[in-house]
């Protein structure tokens, strides 16, 4: 009879509840199939200080997700998908955008970049580092996603804050808030 990755690989199950619950406390474990995570990501849970505007790039919420582990994890990694925002379909289908054909986030340059040893959070916060690249191609500041990502390139940092400051100035007057 067939068993679950986790009881395969006990440890690396509790180091991944562990590590998990720590950084991403908003994130809940579902142990249906062969699990995954569910739940919201910060908007800036990278290792240096989230530049201003980034709240006004993101509309004040970090990503919603759902992380699916497949039977050969750690071996393969777990495709992250995202809710809100969810791509539209055309985006599915352009390079520039980093999102595979079946909607899950394309985090690596090719699917042996993944290493085994490496932890679920370092994935989950590339997938957050995501969000923001995409707040920035759909506000028109990039025509696509970098080869890299953010996550250790702090190159457009000033640019999160000119776009979300922008993007706080050009908000329409709320009558409702004004009239008070």
Not at 64 to 85: G, H, K, L, S, T
Not at 124 to 132: P, T
């Amino acid at each position: 009879m067939p068993i679950n990755w986790w009881e395969a690989e006990p440890h690396r199950f509790a180091q991944d509840q562990e590590e998990v619950a720590a950084r991403f406390p908003d994130l809940r474990w579902v142990a249906e199939g062969a699990g995954r995570w569910e739940g919201r990501l910060p908007m800036w849970p990278l290792d240096r200080p989230q530049p201003p505007g980034l709240t006004e790039l993101l509309g004040g919420s970090g990503m919603v997700v759902v992380i699916v582990y497949r039977q050969a994890y750690p071996m393969v990694a777990p495709r992250i998908y995202p809710v809100d925002p969810r791509p539209e379909p055309l985006e599915c289908t352009q390079h520039r955008w980093h999102v595979l054909g079946d909607g899950s986030l394309c985090l690596f340059q090719s699917e042996t970049a993944w290493n085994p040893n490496d932890s679920i959070c370092d994935l989950i916060v590339k997938a957050a580092a995501w969000r923001i690249e995409y707040a920035l191609v759909k506000a028109g500041a990039i025509d696509g996603m970098t080869l890299n990502g953010i996550v250790s390139d702090s190159g457009h940092d000033a640019l999160i804050t000119r776009t979300g400051m922008s993007n706080a100035s050009s908000t329409p007057p709320d009558p409702i808030a004004d009239a008070a």
